[in-house]
């Protein structure tokens, strides 16, 4: 079948539900909180009408049990699926370790939302990264399409690989904005991303398992190492796999950083998210004007993209790490894994970390030329003004 | 080991062995006896999730499994979602769940992971009307961590958490009635049972595998290392709470109440039956007793009233 793309125009939550619905899911459990309802009310509205067969949907009583529902029907051998933010996450934490550990793909999309007191529904990166040891792979979208392929491909990937798999966008700047986007016709899909073939499942009656049982210390560590080697082995899956993409519907995602006029740029401005969509686009306005820059889009964040952050390092005099995050007593969060990635490396370009937009503080273009004036002039003198930079701060 | 056809049809119930020898309880553990009837009740197609508790340890460590059925070790709090998913997953792809024929979801959670801190899921699994079975094994503590209180401590109680001595300081909150709760959300089918009457409690099992939706069963499981009991007492002991009305055996099916008391004619026995060979209400008073005894009486007549007028 030939791929003609049906084109529509819907927030980012809607292109997750729409993501699921063509994915297949099995079993959806999930808990409303502000900015993600409206994937699980989309989903809920497709069932309703008879536009999904074959979903279980579960309203749970909270995010905690949406996490463990999801949990015993992935390990039942089901897709399974949730979409949470925020507080909802953090509720969930325990939980997602308990996927990880289980070797369950369960997807899920976390809408980007600031961590409460004081109350925010905004965006803010926080929440996703603090989960980041805990065993999940994550996609980070920039727009409304890349949160429908990152669905449709962490299915793929984690189905893969045995690990669960977070796409994560951002609150409002995403979640209830519009935009055109391509889906993908279900044949196609259906091709793309065939039924799971679960590595356990709780319905062999003849071979039963015990999964999750004690582990002393002389087993612990070795199923700790599969974990991480699991996510080792995602970075070829990854790569496999956003090139199939790429060649079956024409959007290439085989690189984990997506590189934007860095070729003979000086420095490049890094970061993750929808917050790089501006940054294209001052880019663009800064070659312009003269400055010889680019972009680097880490989009995915777990497994870290080491090696295509050393050949980017090579290359350039300087990055600049937007992290619209922070963790306390420390750094940016990007900011930090990037610096560790590279010291043991010869690469040392110098690295600057700008802590943007945390809790939706708007960050424009006009903010990324400002930051280029900063980048040129301590590249020229040779050392870092400050090393974190609160860009925003009202001083 | 076989069991010849004559002796087999005489047994009231099943031979079949499910629960294998060499599982990791303690010496008179009330949980493992219990185990074994679900076992023996529902055979090896069923599915368990079992929660942080005893039984995680009872099961075995990996790769081992006392358990002839499939098992998934979940968080503490979370058995009641955890069977909510696994039965959505099952009808999703189609199984039959729950009936004669079909699979048995089975929530194992002790008393702690009932009547504490998985009591939301619980409610959320009972509201929403999944096909599963959750069993709640009441040891009364939280025996896994070393014999601390939970909400299914009985007033008196000796843990380590409600240690007694010069202070007296003891669990002073009457036993927090899980069954009542679970029937406040009016589910089709709820019972108390006791390892002490196991042809009642494979009996009730039955039944919740016959009936459609959720099913609760609070099972009284003594527990001779947190109740500092001779380990040879624990039947006993189980019986001896039936017979003082203390954990009375009743049914609760559609809105109806039924007592499935050994004898239902006699009068209870006094509290002080049960109490004795338990090291963990020696620092009762008289006073303490007293106060127990009138809970467990009014207790036992408002159930009484509750069968009379919703039998
Ligand atoms: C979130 C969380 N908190 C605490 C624990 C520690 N913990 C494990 S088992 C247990 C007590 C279990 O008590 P109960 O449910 O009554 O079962 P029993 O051990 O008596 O069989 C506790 C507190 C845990 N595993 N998870
Ligand atoms: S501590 Fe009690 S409940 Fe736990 S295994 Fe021993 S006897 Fe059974």
Same mark, same amino acid.
């Given at each position: 079948?030939?791929?003609?793309?049906?084109?529509?125009?819907?927030?980012?939550?809607?292109?997750?539900?729409?993501?699921?619905?063509?994915?297949?899911?099995?079993?959806?459990?999930?808990?409303?909180?502000?900015?993600?309802?409206?994937?699980?009310?989309?989903?809920?509205?497709?069932?309703?009408?008879?536009?999904?067969?074959?979903?279980?949907?579960?309203?749970?009583?909270?995010?905690?049990?949406?996490?463990?529902?999801?949990?015993?029907?992935?390990?039942?051998?089901?897709?399974?699926?949730?979409?949470?933010?925020?507080?909802?996450?953090?509720?969930?934490?325990?939980?997602?370790?308990?996927?990880?550990?289980?070797?369950?793909?369960?997807?899920?999309?976390?809408?980007?939302?600031?961590?409460?007191?004081?109350?925010?529904?905004?965006?803010?990166?926080?929440?996703?990264?603090?989960?980041?040891?805990?065993?999940?792979?994550?996609?980070?979208?920039?727009?409304?399409?890349?949160?429908?392929?990152?669905?449709?491909?962490?299915?793929?990937?984690?189905?893969?690989?045995?690990?669960?798999?977070?796409?994560?966008?951002?609150?409002?700047?995403?979640?209830?904005?519009?935009?055109?986007?391509?889906?993908?016709?279900?044949?196609?899909?259906?091709?793309?991303?065939?039924?799971?073939?679960?590595?356990?499942?709780?319905?062999?009656?003849?071979?039963?398992?015990?999964?999750?049982? &004690? =582990? $002393?210390?002389?087993?612990?560590?070795?199923?700790?190492? @599969? #974990? *991480?080697?699991? %996510?080792?082995?995602?970075?070829?899956?990854?790569?496999?796999?956003?090139?199939?993409?790429?060649?079956?519907?024409?959007?290439?995602?085989?690189?984990?950083?997506?590189?934007?006029?860095?070729?003979?740029?000086?420095?490049?401005?890094?970061?993750?998210?929808?917050?790089?969509?501006?940054?294209?686009?001052?880019?663009?306005?800064?070659?312009?004007?003269?400055?010889?820059?680019?972009?680097?889009?880490?989009?995915?964040?777990?497994?870290?993209?080491?090696?295509?952050?050393?050949?980017?390092?090579?290359?350039?005099?300087?990055?600049?790490?937007?992290?619209?995050?922070?963790?306390?007593?420390?750094?940016?969060?990007?900011?930090?894994?990037?610096?560790?990635?590279?010291?043991?490396?010869?690469?040392?370009?110098?690295?600057?970390?700008?802590?943007?937009? &945390? =809790? $939706?503080?708007?960050?424009?273009?006009?903010?990324?030329? @400002? #930051? *280029?004036?900063? %980048?040129?002039?301590?590249?020229?003198?040779?050392?870092?003004?400050?090393?974190?930079?609160?860009?925003?701060?009202?001083? | 080991?076989?069991?010849?056809?004559?002796?087999?049809?005489?047994?009231?119930?099943?031979?079949?062995?499910?629960?294998?020898?060499?599982?990791?309880?303690?010496?008179?553990?009330?949980?493992?006896?219990?185990?074994?009837?679900?076992?023996?009740?529902?055979?090896?197609?069923?599915?368990?999730?079992?929660?942080?508790?005893?039984?995680?340890?009872?099961?075995?460590?990996?790769?081992?499994?006392?358990?002839?059925?499939?098992?998934?070790?979940?968080?503490?709090?979370?058995?009641?979602?955890?069977?909510?998913?696994?039965?959505?997953?099952?009808?999703?792809?189609?199984?039959?769940?729950?009936?004669?024929?079909?699979?048995?979801?089975?929530?194992?959670?002790?008393?702690?992971?009932?009547?504490?801190?998985?009591?939301?899921?619980?409610?959320?699994?009972?509201?929403?009307?999944?096909?599963?079975?959750?069993?709640?094994?009441?040891?009364?503590?939280?025996?896994?961590?070393?014999?601390?209180?939970?909400?299914?401590?009985?007033?008196?109680?000796?843990?380590?958490?409600?240690?007694?001595?010069?202070?007296?300081?003891?669990?002073?909150?009457?036993?927090?009635?899980?069954?009542?709760?679970?029937?406040?959300?009016?589910?089709?089918?709820?019972?108390?049972?006791?390892?002490?009457?196991?042809?009642?409690?494979?009996?009730?099992?039955?039944?919740?595998?016959?009936?459609?939706?959720?099913?609760?069963?609070?099972?009284?499981?003594?527990?001779?290392?947190?109740?500092?009991?001779?380990?040879?007492?624990?039947?006993?002991?189980?019986?001896?709470?039936?017979?003082?009305?203390?954990?009375?055996?009743?049914?609760?099916?559609?809105?109806?109440?039924?007592?499935?008391?050994?004898?239902?004619?006699?009068?209870?026995?006094?509290?002080?039956?049960?109490?004795?060979?338990?090291?963990?209400?020696?620092?009762?008073?008289?006073?303490?007793?007293?106060?127990?005894?009138?809970?467990?009486?009014?207790?036992?007549?408002?159930?009484?009233?509750?069968?009379?007028?919703?039998?």
């Amino acid at each position: 079948m030939e791929y003609k793309p049906i084109r529509k125009v819907v927030s980012g939550n809607y292109a997750a539900a729409y993501a699921v619905k063509h994915a297949r899911v099995e079993v959806v459990a999930a808990y409303p909180i502000t900015p993600q309802t409206s994937i699980i009310e989309k989903i809920a509205e497709f069932l309703a009408n008879g536009e999904i067969e074959g979903l279980e949907y579960v309203p749970v009583e909270s995010e905690h049990s949406a996490m463990a529902a999801c949990i015993g029907a992935s390990a039942t051998g089901a897709r399974a699926f949730t979409a949470t933010s925020a507080q909802g996450l953090a509720l969930m934490h325990e939980m997602l370790h308990w996927a990880a550990g289980a070797r369950l793909p369960i997807v899920m999309v976390d809408v980007n939302r600031a961590m409460a007191p004081p109350w925010s529904v905004w965006d803010d990166q926080t929440d996703s990264l603090a989960q980041r040891d805990t065993g999940w792979l994550q996609f980070y979208a920039e727009n409304n399409q890349e949160v429908y392929d990152g669905v449709l491909m962490a299915f793929k990937i984690a189905e893969t690989v045995n690990l669960p798999a977070m796409v994560v966008e951002s609150a409002f700047i995403l979640s209830h904005t519009y935009d055109v986007v391509e889906m993908i016709p279900q044949e196609l899909v259906d091709e793309f991303l065939p039924p799971r073939k679960p590595l356990y499942t709780l319905t062999d009656f003849d071979n039963p398992v015990a999964v999750g049982a &004690l =582990g $002393g210390p002389n087993d612990y560590y070795e199923f700790r190492y @599969k #974990i *991480a080697k699991a %996510m080792e082995d995602a970075k070829k899956v990854i790569h496999e796999v956003g090139k199939e993409f790429g060649e079956r519907f024409g959007r290439d995602y085989s690189q984990m950083i997506e590189l934007y006029r860095t070729d003979d740029a000086d420095f490049v401005f890094m970061g993750m998210g929808s917050l790089m969509g501006t940054v294209k686009q001052a880019v663009d306005v800064l070659r312009d004007e003269g400055y010889k820059v680019g972009a680097a889009k880490v989009r995915w964040f777990r497994p870290f993209p080491k090696e295509e952050l050393y050949e980017l390092a090579k290359s350039v005099e300087g990055i600049a790490v937007l992290d619209r995050n922070f963790s306390f007593g420390q750094e940016g969060i990007l900011f930090n894994e990037a610096k560790g990635a590279l010291y043991n490396t010869n690469a040392k370009p110098l690295m600057k970390n700008y802590i943007v937009g &945390l =809790g $939706g503080r708007d960050f424009t273009v006009s903010d990324v030329r @400002k #930051i *280029a004036e900063n %980048m040129k002039a301590i590249i020229e003198k040779g050392e870092l003004d400050v090393e974190v930079d609160w860009y925003h701060l009202k001083r | 080991m076989e069991i010849p056809e004559n002796v087999k049809k005489r047994l009231s119930i099943p031979a079949e062995e499910h629960f294998y020898a060499g599982h990791t309880a303690c010496q008179g553990c009330g949980a493992s006896l219990g185990l074994r009837y679900v076992l023996k009740a529902y055979g090896k197609k069923t599915i368990f999730a079992i929660p942080a508790c005893c039984s995680t340890i009872i099961a075995g460590p990996w790769p081992y499994s006392a358990l002839n059925a499939n098992l998934f070790h979940t968080a503490f709090e979370t058995t009641g979602a955890v069977i909510g998913g696994i039965e959505a997953a099952l009808k999703a792809k189609g199984y039959k769940v729950k009936g004669e024929d079909g699979i048995m979801v089975v929530g194992w959670a002790g008393d702690g992971g009932t009547a504490d801190i998985g009591l939301q899921a619980l409610s959320g699994f009972l509201e929403r009307g999944h096909d599963a079975v959750y069993i709640m094994y009441d040891n009364e503590a939280y025996m896994n961590t070393g014999i601390q209180r939970s909400g299914s401590t009985p007033y008196g109680a000796w843990t380590t958490n409600t240690p007694g001595g010069k202070k007296h300081f003891l669990e002073k909150r009457h036993k927090k009635k899980v069954i009542d709760i679970v029937i406040a959300h009016e589910i089709p089918y709820a019972a108390t049972a006791s390892v002490a009457y196991p042809e009642d409690f494979i009996r009730k099992l039955k039944k919740a595998q016959k009936i459609p939706g959720p099913s609760f069963i609070q099972l009284f499981a003594p527990c001779p290392t947190g109740w500092r009991s001779p380990t040879d007492k624990s039947i006993e002991l189980a019986r001896l709470a039936v017979q003082t009305a203390y954990f009375p055996l009743f049914e609760y099916e559609n809105g109806k109440y039924k007592i499935n008391m050994p004898s239902t004619k006699k009068e209870p026995k006094p509290i002080e039956e049960f109490l004795k060979y338990q090291g963990r209400f020696k620092y009762m008073t008289k006073e303490d007793i007293e106060i127990l005894q009138q809970w467990v009486l009014h207790e036992w007549e408002k159930l009484k009233k509750l069968a009379e007028v919703f039998g």
